[in-house]
């Protein structure tokens, strides 16, 4: 199959680790991999600040590039979730809704590609360690994506998955909303640490980059040890 | 930005540096969510009773004006007044000119958010009249002057200790912490209340049209005396709590407890349809039913919003929120507090006063999930930001996004500026955290992400093309 990958930009740009492991897991399974590189941004933090006029101009960026693809799959439940889930709200009454709805229904989230799309659960994959795994409101709540990264992560040799209590409950990132109300964001992101803390676990693995910059920057801030990793990453570990 | 608005972040930001706060309220919904887990798990399926609860609602909200109606007609034929009232005033007015009209003195209430949206009790003590709240965490917040700090539990950020304090100030009570003690207190000076009451007033849960019936749940039987012993009982109803007929009850009664006090069913459900009726030993001489709007048809028309009538006022997205459950329900700033109050407050009060209640949310869904009757409540927050503006653009901010949109239809443009701030970005250092920093917002408590050396794109290009 040729799978069409819909990179976000902020993994562009600050996790390529992530984007480079998601090309590798595929290709290792037989795949051929597309990455048109006028893709830039799915238009999400202007929808979500009420700007949807700029939004839909952005979005159609996105439906341009990928209007001859045959499957998109992204490493992101929120960026995944904004062309899936919202695409089509945005483009309502719009002469591309159609296509909105199109693209909607050919994307998916990355971990769901692989267990409900291609069938696979084990990728080989080993790494040695303790995780324990958050999952990011969007991919969990607009994708309903939360069985797919644990069977693959039970997979995983030598990984130890431990659940965090509570394992639903927002990080407090949420885009514009962590810099527009920066002081919930913290107390949310205060108690996501300590949850992710109180598990004991070396590593923090999600499918989204953003809930774990949140997550990791708070970590660091405060000068304590967590590593936070993209499924797709960990799974790569040994490729 | 609005008054509301400033007011908002001030108090958002001192609760959510509030441990002891965030520490209580995760205490008092920690046992709301095991027993809450419980009973919906006595459902057959608790996701299918949430479908039918949300096609009930959706039938009966399509056709309010033809159920209202015909739960007015069968609300006289039994002798009871109906009164319309448009407005938060109209119905002040009603109440208080039933009140003047039948000399009481002195009227006791159950439990009403609604009549604490149209800020009933001001208005009532305004024209003379002694208002006592009857329901226990009511009468603790009434005593303190505090408006509820939630829709169910409207004492639920205070300790008991806070709460013997506010009784050994206010009543001269003695220094007693048990719960069990204070609740004596209370109820001690409530019997004599409700003897010497003239005029009841309660709330409604839902409204049957079919028999002309107001249901009233509640837990401590104050609504019961509330309603049965003073000569006048006065129901204060929201137009959207209509319900077809008796039989809707049987999947309401139970979610209404699940969803919003973890029970499988309230210790009282009680069906009022009339005053004494002739040959009746006991109950009121007269029965009035205030129907108010409020703002109410407004949000009827807009087929988007609509389904935000829906609410039953159960509080489950509230105890699921965790902007709510770190802010608080005082910061709100309105009566209707968490994403249920975010939602409908903009519509209700005022778009551009109240919208920053829509932004205030990661739209983590928590809420829609939790929704008993299926409200989306997550994708009506982003509708009211859409609208707001579109109502009214932010200067700066929307510049922000024409720049951005521009950029982002231009993948060359994209990628320079992306390489521009790779190469700015170790200047940052030097005023990070400082106030000339501009991602301040995120760099006082996070360190930020490093522009990587080699984008994914600059990989691709040189190993994949």
Redesign the interface.
């Known amino acids: 199959m040729k799978v069409t990958l819909f990179?976000p930009?902020?993994?562009?740009?600050?996790?390529?680790d992530?984007?480079?492991s998601v090309?590798k897991i595929l290709e290792k399974l037989g795949h051929a991999?597309d990455?048109p590189?006028?893709?830039?941004?799915c238009?999400q933090?202007?929808?979500?600040?009420?700007?949807?006029d700029?939004?839909r101009?952005?979005a159609?960026?996105a439906l341009k590039v990928f209007r001859d693809a045959e499957v998109v799959v992204s490493p992101s439940g929120s960026c995944g979730a904004m062309m899936k889930v919202?695409y089509p709200?945005l483009f309502k009454d719009t002469p591309e809704h159609k296509e909105a709805c199109v693209l909607a229904n050919k994307t998916w989230e990355f971990s769901s590609f692989l267990v409900n799309k291609l069938g696979v659960t084990d990728l080989g994959a080993s790494f040695p360690g303790k995780a324990t795994f958050h999952d990011g409101?969007?991919g969990?709540?607009?994708m309903k994506v939360q069985r797919e990264p644990r069977e693959l992560l039970k997979h995983v040799r030598g990984l130890e998955l431990v659940e965090m209590k509570p394992n639903?409950?927002?990080c407090?990132?949420?885009?514009t909303?962590?810099?527009?109300?920066?002081?919930?964001?913290?107390?949310?992101?205060e108690?996501k640490c300590a949850a992710v803390a109180e598990t004991g676990a070396d590593y923090l693995i999600s499918l989204d980059s953003s809930c774990l910059?949140?997550i990791?920057?708070?970590f660091?801030?405060q000068g304590k040890q967590m590593k936070s990793l993209h499924l797709a990453e960990v799974l790569a570990h040994n490729l | 930005m609005s008054t509301t608005a400033v007011n908002f972040k001030e108090s958002a930001t001192q609760y959510c540096h509030d441990l002891d706060h965030r520490q209580r309220i995760k205490t008092a919904l920690t046992g709301y969510e095991v027993k809450r887990d419980e009973n919906k798990a006595r459902f057959t399926s608790w996701e299918e009773a949430r479908q039918i609860a949300a096609e009930i609602k959706y039938e009966v909200i399509s056709h309010l004006d033809q159920y209202l109606e015909l739960f007015e007609k069968n609300l006289k034929a039994r002798g009871a007044h109906v009164h319309w009232a448009s407005d938060a005033k109209e119905a002040r007015d009603i109440i208080c000119r039933i009140a003047q009209e039948n000399q009481v003195k002195h009227i006791i209430k159950s439990k009403s958010m609604t009549s604490e949206e149209i800020h009933l009790n001001e208005a009532l003590e305004k024209n003379g009249f002694d208002v006592f709240e009857s329901d226990l965490g009511e009468f603790i917040v009434q005593l303190r002057n505090e408006p509820p700090y939630h829709l169910v539990f409207p004492s639920m950020h205070l300790t008991r200790h806070q709460i013997s304090e506010t009784f050994t100030a206010k009543l001269g009570s003695a220094r007693v912490t048990e719960p069990e003690q204070l609740t004596m207190i209370a109820r001690d000076i409530m019997r004599q209340k409700f003897c010497l009451a003239d005029m009841g007033i309660s709330g409604v849960n839902f409204g049957v049209a079919e028999t002309g019936m107001i249901s009233v749940t509640e837990n401590e039987g104050n609504a019961r005396l509330t309603t049965a012993l003073p000569r006048i009982h006065v129901a204060l109803m929201g137009i959207e709590k209509m319900v077809r007929r008796m039989e809707d009850l049987a999947i309401f009664l139970p979610m209404l407890a699940t969803a919003g006090a973890g029970q499988a069913l309230t210790c009282y459900n009680t069906l009022f349809g009339a005053a004494k009726l002739p040959g009746e030993p006991d109950g009121p001489e007269q029965f009035h039913v205030v129907l108010l709007d409020n703002g109410r048809t407004a949000v009827l028309a807009d087929a988007e919003q609509r389904d935000s009538l829906h609410c039953i006022r159960c509080g489950a997205c509230l105890n699921v929120c965790p902007i709510f459950r770190n802010v608080g329900g005082h910061s709100y700033g309105t009566v209707y507090g968490g994403p249920i109050g975010s939602v409908i407050t903009p519509n209700l009060r005022g778009l551009q006063d109240w919208k920053h209640l829509s932004f205030a949310s990661s739209l983590c869904g928590a809420c829609s999930q939790a929704c008993p009757v299926k409200i989306d409540l997550a994708h009506h927050l982003l509708q009211n930001r859409r609208n707001s503006v579109k109502e009214k653009p932010p200067a700066f901010e929307g510049l922000l996004w024409h720049g951005f949109s521009f950029v982002m239809q231009k993948p060359a443009l994209y990628r320079l500026g992306a390489k521009v701030g790779g190469l700015l970005q170790p200047l940052h250092e030097f005023v990070k955290g400082s106030a000339l920093d501009p991602a301040k917002g995120w760099t006082e408590t996070r360190e930020t992400p490093q522009i990587a050396k080699q984008t994914f794109t600059q990989w691709w290009k040189e190993n994949r093309q």
């Open positions: 990179i930009c902020f993994i562009d740009q600050c996790f390529p992530v984007g480079i090309v991999v990455y590189t006028e893709q830039t941004c238009g933090p202007a929808f979500n600040s009420g700007a949807w700029q939004a101009a952005t159609r960026q919202f709200d409101c969007h969990l709540r607009e639903d409950t927002c407090g990132f949420g885009g909303f962590a810099v527009k109300f920066p002081m919930i964001s913290t107390a949310m992101g108690q910059m949140h990791q920057g708070m660091d801030k």
